[in-house]
């Protein structure tokens, strides 16, 4: 069972445009919310990551919004680059844990 | 400050055979776990090892185990080599028992086929 359910899958967008993925929950114990970026032969590397205290975090072109009751989190990122192109996963985890759950993954190729 | 380092970045086995990968964490960090990506997927969990025992385990058979050594550095073996091992094998070290509060630092992975 997927505990961290991500779209879309594959994403093109526009230099300077925006690019949105979405995350969903179940399980209310997560209580952190990172989102890591991959390039290709790479590992994944923590781009940012969110508490359920907050609604937002923003962090330079990148912002996390943050739904507690609809249990969805997602990762905007503003004037979309060509070298923001790479594989994002968003992830959670809890306290009383020590994995973290990953999405699927989505793709994003940001065109010229 | 150096980051994970893995070892080897390729590697081809039979099924049935063993492999062992390495993974040294990052200076200071005294935790490292173990996922598995498969192409397309998101990474899974395998096992978690802290102060050299193992502190946590995904849904992966027994025939994954691991070692932790005492410069933090650890080794991931799986026995029995079947063709769905065929993964991305990342490694990912952190600065407390637990990555929850600091989130991971990977290692670029193991890329294991087993043919």
């Known amino acids: 069972q997927q505990q961290v359910k991500q779209s879309p899958q594959s994403l093109i967008v526009q230099k300077g445009g925006i690019s949105i993925i979405n995350c969903a929950y179940e399980?209310?114990?997560?209580?952190?919310f990172p989102w890591y970026q991959q390039f290709p032969g790479k590992g994944p590397a923590l781009l940012i990551a969110?508490?359920?205290?907050?609604s937002e975090k923003k962090e330079g072109r990148f912002t996390i919004s943050f739904n507690k009751s609809a249990k969805q989190f997602s990762l905007h990122i503003m004037d979309s680059q060509p070298g923001d192109s790479a594989t994002y996963f968003c992830?959670?985890?809890?306290?009383?844990?020590?994995?973290?759950?990953f999405g699927t993954g989505t793709s994003l190729t940001v065109i010229p | 400050e150096t980051g994970v380092t893995q070892s080897p970045t390729h590697l081809i086995k039979t099924r049935g055979q063993q492999v062992t990968l390495r993974c040294s964490s990052q200076?200071?960090?005294?935790?490292v776990s173990w996922y598995q990506q498969a192409l397309g997927q998101g990474p899974q969990f395998i096992f978690q090892?802290?102060?050299?025992?193992?502190?946590g385990r995904g849904n992966f058979p027994p025939r994954f185990s691991g070692l932790q050594f005492p410069n933090y550095s650890s080794e991931l073996n799986v026995n029995a080599l079947e063709l769905d091992d065929s993964a991305l094998y990342l490694c990912?070290?952190?600065?407390?028992?637990?990555?929850?509060?600091?989130?991971?630092?990977f290692g670029s992975g193991t890329r294991l086929t087993v043919v």
């Open positions: 990912a070290s952190s600065p407390a028992g637990r990555a929850y509060n600091y989130g991971y630092t």
């Open positions: 992830a959670a985890s809890m306290a009383s844990g020590n994995q973290f759950y």
């Open positions: 969110i508490r359920p205290d907050v």
């Open positions: 090892y802290y102060r050299e025992e193992e502190n």
């Open positions: 399980n209310t114990a997560f209580d952190y």
């Open positions: 200076s200071g960090h005294n935790t």
